[in-house]
């Protein structure tokens, strides 16, 4: 990997550390997530997909919108395993429209 290259991803990995942190301080639903962590996470799954030219290529409120349905996701998923039997049972029900 050329110098420009490694320069561009580091910015990549600021800009999205940037926003994760705004996203952090904004919405409650993310204030368990670690900064790091997460900024790490997306940043790695952006990189994989699209070039570092490409992700600074798109618009901050875009970018914002990507990684707000990517954390929104990722909080929602471990909601389930909170739930108590009882808790599911209802759940369940609820689903299946009894």
């Known amino acids: 990997m050329n110098k420009t290259a490694v320069d561009m991803t580091g910015e990549v990995r600021t800009r999205i550390s940037e926003i994760v942190e ?12 670690d900064p790091d962590e997460m900024s790490k996470m997306l ?11 490409q ?8 970018l914002t919108d990507i990684m707000k349905d990517i954390m929104v996701f990722k909080a929602m998923s471990g ?10 049972e209802i759940f369940d029900a609820a ?3 009894r």
């Open 55 to 62: 992700v600074m290529e798109i618009p901050d409120d875009e």
């Open 79 to 88: 909601l389930l395993a909170d739930l108590t039997p009882e808790e599911m």
């Open 95 to 97: 689903v299946a429209g």
């Open 22 to 33: 705004n996203l952090i301080q904004s919405k409650s639903i993310f204030q368990k997530f």
């Open 43 to 53: 940043s790695d799954g952006m990189l994989e997909t699209w070039s570092p030219e």
